[in-house]
């Protein structure tokens, strides 16, 4: 079974903050964040050492890449378990 993982923008969310809030625990402009959620794969480490504790949450559980591409995995993830039970 893999690991739970989500995207940075879920968990943003899952906290209730707005891009803005959450750009300042970063210290960062909130239109990089918004770049970061879209595409993860290259985040600075400065961004990435506050992970955890901004979040909350393991950064092994945190998806570092294209957000489209985690959508599209989930998505063919999820036909094959639909389509293994018939």
């Given amino acids: 079974m893999s690991k739970l993982q989500i995207t940075l923008r879920a968990a943003r969310v899952n906290l209730g903050l707005t891009r803005k809030e959450a750009s300042k625990f970063f210290d960062i402009h909130y239109e990089t964040l918004t770049k970061y959620e879209y595409n993860s794969t290259h985040v600075p480490r400065s961004f990435f050492t506050k992970l955890e504790s901004v979040y909350g949450i393991p950064v092994e559980n945190i998806y570092f890449g294209s957000e489209d591409d985690y959508i599209e995995k989930m998505k063919n993830n999820l ?8």
């Fill in 79 to 86: 036909l094959k378990e639909v389509n293994a039970m018939t």
